[in-house]
């Protein structure tokens, strides 16, 4: 997969539980600016794994949109 393929698949899960507009939405976009909390990382974590089939264990602080783009990939 590539990074805009995963950009894309997490921007657009983001926009589904925000009231953000994907458009909106960039690499160095802060989780919290965003109203995504932990919790919402989780169940954010869990739709990923579906949609990208793959499995993702976070092991690391995440705090932006490119940080879990790049932990994905480096996968």
């Known amino acids: 997969m590539t990074e ?3 950009f894309d698949a997490i921007a657009e ?12 939405i960039a ?7 965003l109203g995504i909390d932990s919790l919402d990382t989780v169940d954010l974590l869990m739709s990923l794994e579906d ?3 793959t499995t993702i264990e976070l092991n690391q ?4 949109v490119g940080d879990l783009v790049s932990f994905i990939i480096s996968k």
Do not use: G, P
């Open 4 to 6: 805009n393929e995963v």
């Open 13 to 24: 899960l983001i926009a589904e539980r925000t009231d953000c507009d994907k458009a909106e």
């Open 27 to 33: 690499m160095d976009s802060k989780f919290k600016d």
């Open 51 to 53: 949609k990208l089939d």
């Open 61 to 64: 602080k995440i705090d932006t």
